[in-house]
């Protein structure tokens, strides 16, 4: 079964410090998210992306925050400047339509950012 | 906007036991209802889904029915595995984006 894969599985990384937590997206998807997940909380959304740009996104995801599809391939999501409460493990998604009455959104195995 | 709250955990059972999680939303319009579940060491994977009122979404033996009037999709499964050790999450979208729950942890034990 196809799936949507996840680079780093864990990162720890020192405030300020930037990250660029990577994901591949299923192939013949066209719609990409992020979501996260800090400990203890609920998964939340970040973003979405489709054609090439940000089609919404939630009020977390402020201007340190950005995402790429760089190769056709890789789906990014950038951190410029790490800050303790980004501490989270980040998910990303994708699927093949944007409705989600009929369509399923395939989730990856998440990206643990500690942040230190 | 959208909300949900589900049961939380965690909860440890005995194999064959009986497993209801509670999920309960708040929404606008006409949102389609998950539950997704997150096996160790593993993605989040959906379980299950309703579209519409009075649907019932079901695999692996678990169920939910998507219940406008009380506005909940209860999980249940009827005899709990060891296999079914895992976070379960409810979930609704009407549009791109997912709102979750805060997951439940259940551990099943032989």
């Known amino acids: 079964e196809p799936e949507v894969t996840q680079t780093p599985s864990h990162q720890v990384t020192q405030m300020g410090q930037e990250v660029i937590l990577r994901c591949v997206p299923i192939?013949?998807?066209?719609?990409f998210y992020w979501y996260r997940q800090i400990l203890g909380q609920k998964v939340e959304f970040l973003v979405s992306f489709y054609n090439n740009e940000i089609s919404e996104k939630s009020e977390i995801f402020d201007d340190q925050f950005s995402v790429e599809r760089p190769d056709g391939s890789n789906f990014t999501l950038k951190i410029r400047s790490t800050k303790l409460e980004d501490s989270a493990m980040y998910f990303c998604?994708?699927?093949?339509?944007?409705?989600?009455?009929?369509?399923?959104?395939?989730f990856g195995e998440g990206s643990w950012l500690t942040v230190v | 906007g959208n909300s949900v709250t589900q049961m939380e955990g965690p909860v440890t059972l005995s194999e064959e036991a009986f497993l209801t999680i509670n999920c309960t939303y708040t929404?606008?319009?006409?949102?389609?209802l998950f539950w997704y579940v997150q096996y160790p060491g593993e993605g989040l994977q959906l379980l299950l889904k309703a579209t519409k009122a009075d649907d019932k979404g079901s695999n692996k033996g678990f169920e939910a029915t998507y219940r406008k009037e009380t506005t909940s999709f209860h999980l249940e499964k009827g005899s709990v595995q060891v296999s079914d050790s895992a976070v379960y999450f409810c979930?609704?979208?009407?549009?791109?984006?997912?709102?979750f729950g805060k997951g439940m942890k259940l551990t099943v034990n032989p």
């Open positions: 979930a609704l979208g009407g549009s791109e984006k997912l709102v």
């Open positions: 929404a606008t319009g006409y949102p389609s």
């Open positions: 192939s013949n998807h066209l719609y």
């Open positions: 998604a994708s699927s093949f339509s944007d409705r989600t009455s009929g369509n399923t959104i395939y």
